[in-house]
């Protein structure tokens, strides 16, 4: 495997869903759960159940009520409702409603059942929902029965509703002492007068298809007799359910496939066909993918091994024979040679890559970003540049497009054949993730307030400028950043128009930030147009005797911060320090003890290196980082730093007023096309490309 590979490899391990496994030494399950709780950690839900079902009702409700409560506040639905089907095993349908509801409103519905039928359901063990691998053994007890007579209990238990029976439960006899641990339970019926004759048959049937289900696990044995020629209660082992294959995905469906590819994966992959088009729209999206999980310089090669050594895929599956032909056509577009069998077992092609097992298994790699980019993947192949070159190498990096020969007889799907044309009858759509409004203003007409950003946009354009922007650009939107304490905006702000607000303290005003400042800034933090905290960080521009206070104030606003809230970072180093690599670790440190790795990061005016780039992604994986202006400048280490950026964390940004073009004294977001231009030359990609990928991560950073 290349170092890019292995590289990327742990990029996701943050944001996987804890276990609960471990505890503290002398700490005991609610404790650990309370502890857990508080540090607004959210363990996987079957494990969390299997860990709190040993508590007693009173303590279980209380842990349940904990965990919930961090599912509630990071919006996590599968969560919720994986949970609250756990809960039904211990909790009543009542009590799970009204203490752990929903977050989409839903109420847990019982299905009526025949009372036979949920009689014999609440007899079966526990550990059959919990613990789907028990082996379960059968024997016949015919016999048995035809010798014994169930026993009524003084005190029936009734199991069923009243207007369908009771049921009586009764020990019977065991006539053998070698099975004397074991419990054998049988059921009688005892019909009210009132019910329907149609509803309950009083004749007695002898019945000589029952067999004796016994649950067998390490820490006791239980029997029960059943009637298995009754089809509600068979073991249906083929509609078993399984959790969804992507780490952060909580789904429980029996049918795997059909989750993932319509949840996760793009719309290509949903069906299985040979058809010539559609095998290469699959390819394309394979490539970006292998891109994106294991890095830019990856290989097929790499790909492969990363499949075979994830031994996620169990050894059961076997390929389907109608796959073969779908893998045929990939070759070609893959540029390898068509083996005489091909195999899961290891993978042997880079074709087999293209099974939805092998996708997920690659998906899991990428980051959160990365798995939205990846759903979203359009077949159009001017979106997504990721196709190899034409030599027989299985290096994926390149970004020139030449289709196979056989390709010009496939008929392309129409989205795909007029996509270009719409492309460049209009302006192509990009998103400004960064400017100062106030700051802009200033500059221009002299005054902080009193002018939107369509000013400034109508402004670039006039007559007045000396250098008007020369990528013309629709600007949808963008983040107004107020980072001086004395500009905020009033709690009762009106915002028109598609744009979004952060709010933050530069780390040059920490002085202004006041008490007061500190009560209005978390009162703007609830307004629904502020989307993000920041820009804040360490400035180490300034005299050292100021840097204390400074993180002293970061400290703070990181105590502020939420994962579901974006952080603007503004990092930058003492003079001498182009890179801002020490100011960047020092920041680092401070917020792995005060924010947890899945916090949403948007590091602006990014200027390190690849160690950089491989760090903040390793430690915080939904980190964008913002390219201004500034990568006219870039040395051959910063360029670097550039290109090991993956495409999904990339963010566009002006920063105005600063980072003026051409003979300009002002920037401002209508030359955003610039910055993108600027950008796409040294990705060697198209500035169209660049700005409709930029475009979907900045929506997906600030949940536009």
């Given amino acids: 495997m290349s170092n890019a590979a292995r590289t990327h490899e742990t990029q996701s391990s943050g944001r996987r869903c804890n276990t609960f496994e471990a505890r503290w030494p002398g700490e005991n399950i609610f404790s ?32 349940a009520v904990l965990q919930y409560e961090v599912a509630r506040h990071l919006g996590c639905k599968q969560w919720v409702n994986e949970f609250r089907k756990n809960c039904q095993c211990d909790l009543s349908d009542d009590w799970i409603d009204k203490n752990l509801p929903s977050l989409d409103g839903r109420r847990l519905q019982t299905s009526k059942r025949s009372a036979s039928v949920y009689v014999a359901e609440s007899s079966r063990d526990i550990r059959l929902r919990t613990e789907p691998n028990i082996n379960i053994v059968r024997e016949n007890a015919a016999e048995d029965r035809k010798e014994e007579t169930p026993i009524e209990c003084p005190d029936p238990i009734s199991y069923a509703p009243k207007t369908q029976g009771t049921h009586t439960l009764c020990k019977k006899k065991r006539s053998d002492p070698s099975t004397s641990s074991l419990r054998t339970v049988s059921f009688k019926k005892i019909i009210p007068e009132e019910t329907p004759k149609h509803l309950f048959s009083t004749e007695k049937k002898v019945t000589t298809g029952k067999t004796l289900r016994k649950v067998e696990s390490s820490k006791r044995s239980l029997s029960v007799t059943v009637d298995v020629d009754e089809p509600s209660l068979k073991l249906k082992s083929s509609q078993q359910s399984e959790y969804c294959l992507l780490s952060n995905c909580f789904s429980l469906d029996s049918k795997v496939r059909r989750h993932c590819t319509k949840r996760h994966m793009p719309s290509m992959f949903q069906t299985v066909s040979s058809d010539s088009s559609n095998v290469f729209h699959c390819v394309q999206a394979l490539k970006w993918l292998i891109k994106a999980a294991l890095g830019e310089e990856a290989t097929l090669s790499d790909a492969m091994e990363t499949v075979n050594q994830a031994s996620k895929i169990p050894s059961t599956i076997v390929l389907n024979p109608l796959h073969a032909d779908y893998f045929r056509q990939a070759c070609p577009f893959l540029e390898v040679d068509e083996p005489k069998q091909f195999t899961l077992h290891p993978v042997n092609s880079p074709a087999v890559l293209l099974l939805w097992r092998c996708i997920m298994v690659l998906l899991d790699k990428c980051t959160e970003f990365q798995q939205k980019e990846f759903v979203r993947f359009k077949s159009n192949p001017l979106i997504h540049s ?38 460049h009858s209009e302006l192509p759509a990009v998103f400004d993730s960064h400017f100062h409004l106030d700051r802009a203003c200033k500059k221009i007409w002299g005054v902080e307030e009193g002018h939107t950003v369509e000013d400034l946009l109508k402004h670039s354009e006039s007559d007045s400028v000396p250098y008007k922007p020369a990528v013309p650009v629709n600007v949808i939107g963008g983040i107004i950043v107020y980072s001086e304490p004395n500009t905020y905006p009033d709690v009762s702000f009106t915002l028109n128009g598609p744009w979004k607000v952060a709010v933050g303290v530069h780390p040059k005003q920490h002085s202004t930030f006041t008490e007061e400042k500190i009560m209005l800034l978390e009162q703007l933090l609830c307004h629904p147009k502020v989307v993000a905290l920041g820009e804040c960080g360490l400035d180490r521009s300034v005299p050292p005797s100021e840097w204390t206070q400074q ?24 003079a001498g320090d182009k890179y801002g690599s020490d100011v960047i670790a020092r920041c680092m440190m401070l917020m792995e003890v005060h924010c947890r790795n899945a916090q949403r990061i948007h590091l602006h005016c990014f200027q390190g290196k690849t160690d950089v780039v491989k760090a903040w992604l390793k430690k915080f994986p939904n980190t964008c980082f913002g390219l201004t202006a500034s990568v006219r400048t870039f040395d051959s280490h910063q360029i670097a730093g550039l290109k090991a950026i993956p495409r999904t964390n990339i963010v566009l940004e002006t920063d105005a007023p600063y980072f003026p073009f051409g003979t300009a004294k002002v920037s401002t977001p209508a030359y955003i096309g610039e910055t993108a231009k600027l950008v796409a030359q040294h990705l060697n990609v198209k500035p169209e490309e660049l700005m409709e990928i930029t475009l979907q991560n900045a929506k997906f950073l600030y949940g536009i």
């Fill in 32 to 63: 650990s759960v309370f502890r857990i709780s508080q540090s607004q950690i959210l363990v996987e839900p079957r494990s969390l159940y299997l860990g709190i079902m040993q508590l007693n009702n009173k303590e279980l409700k209380s842990a």
């Fill in 386 to 423: 990721t196709f190899p070159p034409k030599n027989p190498s299985l290096v994926l990096h390149g970004s020139d497009l030449e289709l196979p020969s056989n390709l010009a007889e496939c008929n392309l799907p129409d989205d795909s054949s007029g996509t270009e044309v719409a492309e």
């Fill in 551 to 574: 993180e002293d104030v970061f400290i703070k606003l990181l105590k502020l911060a939420k994962p579901c809230i974006p952080i603007v970072l503004h990092l930058r180093g003492p």
